[in-house]
């Protein structure tokens, strides 16, 4: 069974997320105060956190930059604002996805956990090679050289996309499809932010990216070894 | 020269500084002037008098001498004439010059003897007689008196010379009736006079530059605070308000700073209490926000979970949990255009351009708005130039506003299609959604981006719109500094143009898509 860490001060919506979760098949683990969570996470590490913003006794954005000194668990942020400098601020902070409250749909919020414990690229495996890295896919592994280099979920997955097809530019939209598991988002921010954070882990210089390069007013692409 | 005139249109002090000297000036013309004609004046009199004394001791000396010798031997004559002329031209250590000139007039007296009597006329100093005034020496021969004149003489041997002469007629024995004349020369007096003047002159121009200099020394104790006092507005219209006057007196000047200190304390503490009142309420609003949406999460989901079980119940539930599911869309559309507002209101609304392709984002938006309209299906028909449209923009306002102007159109469309142009121009892109619907009335054009306002209040709300849509739209085409326009028609439908430069930020050069639409009639 899939365990998720919901953590959420308000009671009746924590209670609430237990029973959609717990109704689409997933163990649920409530924990409604911030300086708690290490503490349940090291006891039983769940697959998923799903790590309200404002919480009493430590920030969120503290607790996600705790979670992930320790681990690459995926990190789904709630809340409820949704401007763009809280968003970009729980991103930084390590999240792989986040959702403004109130959320369209509870199957909106399944789907996206799904996405997130689901091996996006599960038609790959294998090694690829982007820039002078090596992604040994199977071994879900990524290194430069004898260098082993440590990536989230979602950063692997990322890399993954667009190693695997290297001539392609992807724009925003297609990586939010593809990576996100998004239909129609034109959150871009997403995309940007994510891409931030795997240069600052994976390039040699992340100001001239040699790994993920910008196709300025398109998106991103593979960048290829020797070459820019 | 030009600076100067603009130095004493601009400031204060050089334009007092200026006036003051240019009034004392002509006072101290006034008062030097008079001065001087009083003194010189004195001076002239005075010369006159004692020259004219001296004058009549001299004639007397020489009538007296002459009448003593009568009838004496012509030598003696001779010798007595002599001696008048030089103790008539003898001068003291401090007189000036003189002259003198003896002129015979009349018939002479009868010869004795074989010789003709002696004529001593003669003139001392080489005295260019010719230049006497011939109107004195009349009025002297014709005169017992002192007749005197101020004339101008020429010298043989030297410079032309004003000068006063004194006559009178004089009698000599043997000989007969003389003009006598005693020619004062006038250079000490005028020497006196052009010291005078000079002296005037030097006192008034050093009354002048003291006067000058007083004055600066006032102004500047008023103007000195007066420039402090624009130095610290100017500070404060730059946002600095922690600038004070310094008062050190109880004059005037220090109640003008005491009132600039009060009004800068008002000032401050209202801005303060403005800012504060501004932050509260953003503060609030943002709170709101957060208290709101928490348990409208808790809410949907409930009645996400209700509404998914609603086969199972009877109908009346299962109805009235359709109802709640979209009541809860609507509340929260609602929510989150309330907060839209409050932040172009608190004018912190931020521009986030991003670089995207306008016509995809266009037949996305169409898509989607296509299928949320449920019951009733209305073709909406794209027509664009070129197949994309790069522009840079925020995205997600973009969108907004063409969900918004979609959504509108469909509301007012009555089951006829709906058209979308796109015109790109060099500089700006236009998007016209154009409906054959209801239409707007003239006088409610006016209104239609207000908030909360529709267009007929009985009328039936099909797609259940917050009333803040359209203000919302051109808030946002606003703050790209594009522009949203409308047009309409009563029956005739309907024409939304919005209007956005290719670079967010950047000025719209004009309306590539004119709000009256090209397919009514432009005269009507």
Known sequence: ?228 | MNRIAIKVRTSLASKVIVSTVLLSLGVVWLTGSALYSQLSDGVKQVNLETSLAEARSSFFNAQYQFLLINGAQTSIISKAVQDVIIASTAVSLNQDRKSIFVSRFGIPAKSIGKTPSPDYSTATDGLDVSSFPTELRKRVRSSDLVEYQYAKVRYQNRADANVLIAGRRIAIPDSGNYEMYLVYSLNNQSKTLSLIQSSLLITGLALLFLIGLITWLVVRQVVRPVREAARIAQQFTQGDFSQRMKVESTDEIATLGNAFNDMALSLESQISRLENLSRVQQRFVSDVSHELRTPLTTLRMASEVIYSHRESFDPTISRSSELLVAQLDRFERLLEDLLEVSRFDAEVAVLEPVDFDLVNLIERCIQDVRANSHDHVISINIDHETEHVMIKADIRRVERIMRNLLSNALDHAEDKPVNVTIVSTESEVAIGVRDYGTGIEATALSRVFDRFWRADPSRARVRGGTGLGLSIALEDARLHNGELDAWGLPGEGAHFVLTLPKIAGEQIAGRPIRPQPFDYPQNV
């Open chain 1, 1 to 228: 069974m899939t365990l998720v860490m919901v953590v959420d001060d308000d009671q009746d919506l924590a209670e609430m997320l237990g029973i959609v979760l717990t109704g689409a098949g997933i163990d649920v683990d409530l924990v409604s105060r911030g300086d708690e969570v290490l503490e349940v996470f090291r006891n039983n590490p769940p697959d998923l956190v799903l790590l309200d913003v404002m919480l009493p006794g430590l920030d969120g954005i503290e607790v996600c930059k705790l979670i992930r000194a320790e681990s690459m668990v995926p990190i789904v942020m709630l809340s409820a604002k949704g401007d763009t400098h809280d968003v970009v601020r729980g991103l930084e902070a390590g999240a792989d996805d986040y959702m403004v409250k109130p959320f369209r749909h509870p199957s909106e919020l399944i789907a996206r956990i799904r996405t997130r414990l689901r091996r996006t690229n599960a038609d790959v495996s294998g090694l690829l090679t982007i820039g002078d890295l090596s992604i040994d896919v199977t071994a879900h592994e990524i290194s430069r050289g004898a260098k082993k280099i440590a990536l989230t979920r979602l950063e692997f997955d990322l890399l993954v996309a667009l190693a695997k097809e290297p001539g392609r530019v992807f724009t925003r939209d297609a990586l939010l499809g593809e990576v996100w598991g998004y239909r129609h988002s034109t959150d871009t921010r997403l995309v940007n932010v994510h891409v931030q954070r795997l240069r600052s882990k994976v390039e040699h210089d992340p100001e001239r990216p040699e790994i993920v390069m910008t196709v300025r007013g398109v998106g991103y692409k593979a960048g290829v070894l020797g070459g820019s």
